[in-house]
């Protein structure tokens, strides 16, 4: 199973005639493109549930909601779809967006709650030297550059020290880890394996994750 060099043409044909006269036009095109996406998806999903569980799957719409963009064009033009862990006791998603120039996947949690957020946040203050330990991983190192991306304050937030040896963790609003693939990339027989090991990588980033948001401060279940 590959991404056709077909669909990703229709992509870059899509943002350079983004406007509903075009897209009306070449409708046919579009659900080619959009069924080879559903079937990339599905084998993904394939992988992922021979080494972890998988809840559900959610293809992203293409059409825009421009009501609050200056950006009026009506359409994404990318593929992205989205997978959650199965019950409460995995935490976690993965993802996944098919862009031009512009295609990556990505794992961990976007914009946890704030409860959720302030318990990452302790446990990191406490103790950081299990995520230390899985950010140098040689795993996460290769794909994902050893580094979750900086989706962080400025300063420390309230309540914690702006001295901390782990406050460049304490200060993110985000844990994901990201990876970024080139258009060859994605057109490469071995795209979907290269996604699947590096789903594989994040999963001691989850396992991690989840024990601590499953748990209080003293190590004992909340579930």
């Not at 809840?55 to 959650?84: C, E, M, N, W």
């Not at 937030?157 to 060859?184: E, S």
């Amino acid at each position: 199973m590959t991404f056709h060099k077909n669909s990703l043409q229709y992509l870059k044909d899509l943002k350079a005639n983004n406007n509903r006269d075009w897209f009306a036009t070449t409708k046919p095109h579009f659900l080619t493109a959009q069924n080879n996406a559903k079937e990339m998806y599905a084998s993904i999903r394939e992988d992922l549930e021979k080494h972890d569980e998988i809840d559900h799957f959610k293809l992203y719409r293409i059409y825009r909601d421009v009501r609050f963009s200056k950006d009026k064009t009506p359409y994404q033009p990318h593929f992205a779809g989205a997978f959650s862990r199965l019950g409460t006791h995995l935490r976690g998603g993965y993802y996944l967006r098919i862009r031009p120039g512009e295609s990556f996947l990505a794992g961990g949690f976007w914009a946890p709650e704030k409860d959720d957020l302030y318990r990452i946040r302790k446990e990191f203050e406490i103790d950081d030297s299990e995520i230390r330990a899985i950010l140098s991983d040689a795993r996460f190192v290769k794909y994902f550059g050893g580094k979750l991306e900086p989706i962080e304050l400025k300063t420390a937030p309230r309540g914690f020290d702006k001295q901390h040896k782990a406050i460049d963790l304490i200060r993110k609003k985000g844990f994901v880890a990201v990876r970024n693939f080139t258009d060859d990339q994605v057109l490469a027989p071995n795209f979907l394996q290269e996604i699947d090991v590096s789903f594989k990588a994040l999963r001691p980033f989850f396992d991690l994750m989840s024990d601590i948001l499953t748990t209080d401060l003293n190590g004992e279940s909340i579930l």
